[in-house]
């Protein structure tokens, strides 16, 4: 089987072979990461997700937001609905926390930037 | 007429970086001129993540990349006037700028432009049929949705497969809107792989490759958007039409230099980059005027537009400290299947211990050859697995190698 890394913009094509649900003879990785991420791509796979909320007082309208790390892939909409139903005032700090525990997964949103109260 | 040491044009990541550079080398009367409400250019729509392996060995969002490089200029004290336009630039490096305040020319012993690129438009593509509402470009669309917080619309088409429009179809699926698809002429795609992968694999999009819009119906708003295969030449094949309902069409059809002001003040363009041509300092033909970024050439990464930005900021305080020797080297050429190479000269091959040469396939390979050579012996062969036209490929030479070049350097592909 071969899929396509997704972890860096090189994008290495991986051949693997999968045994009882498990990934095993994983080749063509140029890192580490490229074995990880084709172990957890067959296993259990996982995304980053990266959103807007609406920000009020700030100079623009939406505050990028982003998971504190990847989360299972089955639950990218429901953690998109809660980012949905959230909003916030500025200021907001970079990494500071917009959402906790997003949609059970046990993963914060964070704020993806500083934004300054617009006086 | 107020004056300045150096003046940059534009606060975007490769702005950014060549103010830093300058700043940490002792220049300290910079000017950063911002048309923007803020530094940090494009990257405060490009919300995704994905920024920074190379910089900072982190996966950053769009956003926190930019914000990385704000704070360094801030805590450098480096100036920075946004929402301020430059209107014209001239030879003798003197700046028209258009601000709150009213006009003013300043006049700059060095001027770094980083005005960044421009999106090709659906005039530009000469797109056939109807001319409604719903028809953005996938840049200015990313803009509404990330910045302004509009809904552009609720079934989606996209035309073009580079990486905005890619990132768009995951952006707009995210935002409760379908995506039917995106057809790309090429028979390949000119996004990255990771992101035809994860934005849309992940989301079954389909992706037409060799296929092009045909019609566009609707009024006021779009309704309709027709596809056809296209032939080795690029023809629509009748027969070939698939139609799709939707109210959105996005077009991810290629980025070019936004190189306006460049032209105005007589400076020409490589025809092949849309850029001015530079030598290895980021220099132009005109002493004291470096370019840099996305108006030099459209880059893939963030990362390596930072690293020019650099390089552009050092060739800019070794010309005002009188350090450049007089230029005698040798130019580049793109060879066989090699559809641009920059720099476009070496000026000074032995001033620093290497080169980095960036270029581009006309077309992908497998298992190909990338070859090196001094007029026509071969001096470098590196051995490349893939290749692709989306992916911008670097060679470092050494100084030793340099220094034996007196007429050209030509890189090329050669097939297995």
Redesign the interface.
Known sequence: ME???????R?C?INYDVENGEAINITGNACPRGKAYTEAEIKAPT??????V?IRGA????L???TSAPIP?GS??EV?EEI?NTSIEAPVK?GQVIIENVAGTGIQILA???LNKES | MRKVTCVIIGGGSAGLAAAIELKKNGIDDLLVLEKGPEVGGILNQCIHNGFGLHEFKEELSGPAYAERFALQAEELGIPIECNTTVTAFYPDKSIEVSNKNGYEVIQADAVVLAMGCQERTSGQIQIPGMRPQGVYTAGTAQRYVNIDGYQIGKRCFILGSGDIGLIMARRMTLEGAKVLGVAELMPYSNGLQRNIVQCLKDYDIPLYLSHTVTNIEGYPRLQKVTISEVDENRQPIKGSEKVFEVDTLLLSVGLVPDNTLTVEAGISLDARTRGIEVNEYCESIMPGVFAAGNVLHVHDLVDYVTAEGRKAGRGAVRYLKGELPERNGFVTKAGNGISYVLPQRVDYPSEDESVEFSFRVRSPYKNASIVVKNGNEEVKRIKKLALLPAEMEKVILPKEVLTTIHDELVIEVEEA
């Open positions: 899929l396509t890394c997704i972890v860096c913009p994008g094509t995304r980053m997700v990266t959103s807007t609406p100079h623009c309208h939406q990028p937001v982003i892939k990218i909409f998109m949905h970079m993806a930037r500083s």
